[in-house]
């Protein structure tokens, strides 16, 4: 086993091509590529990230990951594989970290997907493989801070760490924890999906009690999503009515009363969702604000 694969390492420059240098160190060599380092010379040290490449290459880097031995730092996933796990960049160009399917949730949905984000360090295998080792809880209350009571019914945004029976786990942006019951959820967020919600409690622990409902005043009626939709299909996203039009041509072209309209209308512009001009009511956008 290398011991020294995935940690930050200083070789001799024993040889070089064109390319690179070779950086020897405990008997084996790696490539050092010289358009990351200065003119070396044979017999100077050399530091770096010790790694194996994609093509099996023993390669030593300059551009030295966060993510490492005993490391944890957050990284991108790029690719799902079913029969193995998911693939996690960590900054290196010809390399990912892999996190083993028996490291993922049981329920194949609620795995990452392409885009998520998951905290992790670096494990190096028997086989000199290198795997990508999910932050546990005692991790992320070690970087975590503790809130005030002023975060109460603030918007937070954040990331899944950990997806449980009794409930979803989440690390705010602003490195606090968070904790989504299922009753306060419509669907279960899976592992590193990013998520937004609003603060409705706060734990004797510190863990923010989080709701990925909307508040009562945002929730958008059946009426109000039917006028939305209209609005967002039309040419210029407008249509000529408003509050101040005839029972009769609201029924005919929408199909509800005038009353179920206005409250639907009504509900739209507190949220600033549509603005009602010269006799026509606009979806909102930059130009309409504008105007």
């Given amino acids: 086993m290398n011991h020294a694969l995935g940690q930050v390492i200083t070789g001799i420059v024993t040889d070089e091509n064109e390319k690179a240098y070779f950086v020897q160190k405990e008997g084996l060599t790696y490539q050092l590529a010289k358009e990351e380092v200065e003119s070396l010379q044979l017999g100077d040290t050399a530091k770096g990230f010790a790694y194996i ?64 984000t998951l905290m992790l360090s670096m494990k190096v295998d028997e086989k000199d493989r290198m795997w990508g080792v999910l932050a546990d809880d005692l991790v992320f209350q070690s970087i975590s801070r503790k809130p005030s009571e ?37 669907n279960e967020p899976r592992l590193g999906e990013r998520v937004t919600g609003r603060v409705i409690g706060i734990g004797e622990r510190g863990m923010l009690n989080i709701s990925l409902k909307p508040r009562a005043h945002e929730v958008i009626s059946e009426d109000a999503a039917m006028l939305l939709t209209v609005l967002e299909r039309s040419k210029d996203q407008s249509f000529s009515y408003t509050d101040k039009s005839s029972p009769e041509s609201i029924k005919e072209y929408f199909g509800i009363s005038k009353g179920q309209f206005k409250r639907a209308l009504g509900n739209l512009m507190k949220q600033r969702k549509v603005i009602q001009k010269d006799g026509r009511t606009y979806l909102v956008s930059n130009k309409h604000e504008d105007q």
Avoid at 61 to 85: C, M, N, Q, S
Avoid at 158 to 178: A, E, F, Q, S
């Fill in 53 to 116: 490449s994609q093509n099996k290459l023993l390669i030593l880097t300059t551009h030295i990951p966060k993510v490492r031995i005993g490391h944890y730092a957050f990284g991108e996933v790029v690719e799902v594989r079913k029969d193995l796990g998911v693939f996690v960049a960590i900054g290196l160009p010809d390399k990912e970290l892999v996190v083993s399917l028996d490291d993922l949730p049981s329920e194949k949905h609620l795995w990452p997907k392409k885009g998520d």
């Fill in 150 to 186: 002023e975060m109460l019914n603030k918007d937070i945004k954040g990331v899944v760490y950990r997806t449980k029976l009794m409930g979803t786990h989440v690390l705010t942006d602003d490195y606090l924890l968070g904790f989504i019951h299922p009753s306060e959820r419509d």
